[in-house]
């Protein structure tokens, strides 16, 4: 029995003569309507996405099927959401454009310089990333164009060069299938199973988890670390190689994602509350620390947890139960309130068997894709799966943590968010008042003492304050002043615990669920840096056109049909082309804090890819990317969801 698509890699010969001119003319056929370079070719490839822009509907229960809400409120204010989206079409073809001129067939474009980088693998990655964003928006040339790249592609010509795997997979991988899904350009799925076979060697470990780059010429691989690897790095690659297999039937594909599975699931997290912690044993495939984070070594290793299983129609229980399990113990154990504002916010934790967790307290903005996951996992899955009590929980996470993720953009004079926030204890805001009470007071002392005809000096400022060294003024006493103010009280461990947010949800509905719950305020007002009720100080000024923030507040707009989210990723855009738009492209900012921004020469490919992508979707009139039916991988390429063939399942193995 022969599957859709099994044949697609190569035609092999058939012992029956008449067979090959059947053969031949079906790829004449799908050459001249998918391939022809002409004006006829391609309106024939436009009159064919116009007809078909994505595979069938898949044959799903009902009950995977929720019904999303409305695009708008009846009434809302009429917004032509439309002409919005043909602004983020132009800023995207304003960025691809200046890479085709100035950086293409390389890796990245410097917006500064119009100069160059390969930086992952020299293979083209700004075009391979972008090709479905292109293919949504409609752009058929450049979308074109971008496929001679990956015919072109050459994964072996650098001896030399190792390809970091989680990267090569979520972008090179990632958006050669996502295209392939969406336009059925064989060449494409030729390219993916190539570039999939290459990077085989990865997952040569006894445990199955991939090490951390590979040369596609020798095969041969480099590790990133003692025999170890992060959380992030060997959970993300499931979605890709399972869709692989199942376009391809090849089982290695299938059996390299189920491997890894298996040891997460099986994995004894005991030593740390049953979470999973941000470092693993490449042997073992055990747990290798006790940090537990849903920043950069871990983040999108829970987010595949949900997506495998949404992925093949819901059929993946090993990885639901992963799933639930992790994002309930995130809640649990990382969601914290801020003393001021009440902001929600999740930071990473030492996990201590013995006593209360040390959190950081740090905010990363690769954290904010938390909430959408949440959001999209309360909003899809059944309630066996997901009962009642619990998913009220999670949506109130999705929305305090996006709102918290807004705030961070909101409050900067530039619009855009921080790479990096860490919120402060109560002690610390103590001292941030002392602080500036003593910086206030030496001021007026100041404008005294020089009234008097004292001069500016401390000692004068000294004489009129009246209080000299004993009050805290003067080099002795102010130095013996501020460290009390500066020292962290013994109780910071308990005023921690008092601020996780499970327990002032417990303290909340003991004292009779007033108002909304904590952390899910609606006060939207701009809170600027030198004001101590802003309760974080920044740690990373910089803004790299990064889209966790903007995933998370399209996914509450398509799952909550709340029209506030949809402003506020309108702002964020408004934002960008303000302080982030050059001649030829756009650019990272070297602080937000700073308007108009300082720049820096560089532009990521995950900003045509994801950025762009998630405005582009959240402001279309249209659901081009219907949740139920597609899944975004973590660079933002949907995939669309499928059921493994009875045929799949006895050769794979399926359970």
């Known amino acids: 029995m022969k599957r859709r698509g099994a044949g697609l890699c190569s035609i092999k010969r058939r012992t029956v003569v008449y067979g090959t001119p059947v053969v031949l003319f079906v790829w004449w056929l799908l050459f001249s309507v998918f391939h022809e370079p002409g004006e006829l070719g391609r309106s024939r490839w436009a009159s064919w996405r116009d007809q078909h822009p994505f595979p069938p509907p898949l044959d799903i229960p009902p009950e995977h099927h929720p019904s999303f809400p409305p695009l708008e409120d009846d009434d809302s204010p009429k917004v032509d959401w439309g002409q919005r989206a043909d602004r983020v079409k132009k800023a995207f073809q304003h960025a691809y454009h200046s890479y085709e001129a100035f950086a293409s067939p390389k890796d990245e474009i410097l917006p500064l310089s119009n100069g160059s980088i390969n930086n992952f693998n020299g293979w083209g990655v700004s075009a391979i990333d972008s090709l479905d964003t292109m293919f949504l928006m409609g ?31 979520i972008r090179y991988l990632g958006g050669l299938l996502s295209a392939y899904a969406m336009s059925h350009d064989v060449i494409l799925l030729q390219r993916a199973d190539e570039l999939a076979h290459y990077l085989l060697p990865v997952f040569n470990t006894t445990s199955g988890y991939p090490v951390y780059s590979v040369n596609p010429v020798t095969g041969m691989t480099l590790q990133s670390g003692w025999n170890s690897g992060w959380l992030a790095e060997i959970g993300t690659c499931q979605m890709e190689y399972k869709y692989l297999a199942h376009l391809t039937g090849k089982k290695e594909y299938y059996d390299v994602a189920h491997k890894i599975n298996t040891h997460l699931h099986q994995a004894n997290t005991t030593k740390i509350g049953g979470m999973f912690p941000t470092l693993w044993n490449l042997t073992s495939g055990e747990p290798q620390n006790e940090h537990v984070s849903i920043g950069a070594m871990a983040d999108s290793g829970y987010e595949y947890l949900l ?45 201590n068997p013995t006593g209360p967790y040390a959190p950081s307290r740090k905010f990363e903005h690769l954290s904010c894709f938390l909430p959408g996951l949440l959001a999209l996992g309360a909003y899809t899955l059944p309630d066996h799966a997901l009962p009642p009590s619990q998913r009220e929980r999670h949506w109130w996470a999705a929305k305090g943590l996006t709102r918290t993720c807004w705030l961070m953009y909101h409050d900067q004079p530039t619009g855009l968010g921080p790479e990096e926030v860490t919120f402060m204890g109560e002690w610390e805001l103590e001292n941030e008042k002392r602080r500036k009470e003593e910086e206030e007071a030496m001021e007026v002392a100041r404008k005294e003492a020089e009234a008097a005809g004292l001069g500016p000096g401390e000692e004068g400022v000294a004489q009129i304050a009246g209080a000299g060294a004993g ?34 949800l417990q303290r909340w509905r003991e004292e009779g669920k007033g108002g909304v719950p904590p952390g899910l305020g ?31 507040i399209y996914i509450m707009w398509r799952t909550t049909g709340e029209k506030k989210w949809r402003e506020r990723g309108w702002q964020i855009f408004e934002a960008l082309e303000a302080e982030a738009k050059t001649t030829n492209g756009y650019a990272t900012l070297f602080s937000v804090m700073q308007s108009p921004a300082i720049l820096q020469d560089s532009m990521p490919s995950f900003f045509l890819a994801e950025t762009l992508k998630y405005l582009y979707l959240m402001f279309s009139e249209t659901d081009l990317v219907p949740l139920d039916r597609f899944v975004f991988n973590t660079e933002a390429h949907p995939l669309p969801v499928f059921r493994w063939t009875d045929w799949e399942k006895r050769k794979f193995g399926v359970p």
Do not use: C
């Not at 979308?143 to 990267?167: C, H, L, S, W």
């Not at 997506?307 to 154990?333: F, G, P, R």
């Open 139 to 169: 752009l058929h040339e450049e979308y074109e164009r971008g496929v001679k790249i990956a015919k072109i592609m050459n994964m072996t010509a650098d001896q030399y060069n190792y390809a970091p795997f989680f990267e090569t997979t």
């Open 471 to 504: 009050a805290g003024f003067g080099r002795g006493g102010r130095g013996k002043g501020r460290t009390k103010a500066m020292m962290a009280s013994v109780n910071q461990t308990e005023a921690d615990e008092q601020n996780r947010w499970i327990h002032a």
């Open 522 to 552: 609606e006060d939207d007002d701009v809170v600027a840096y030198e004001d101590p009720q802003r309760d974080y100080r920044i740690n990373n000024q910089n803004y790299l056109l990064r889209p966790e923030t903007l995933e998370s």
């Open 307 to 351: 997506k495998q299983y949404l992925l093949t129609s819901q059929t993946d229980k090993d990885s639901l139960e992963m799933y639930v399990t992790q994002a309930n113990l995130i809640i649990e154990n990382l969601l914290y309130l801020s003393p001021k504002r009440n902001l929600l916010y999740v930071t990473d934790v030492w996990m």
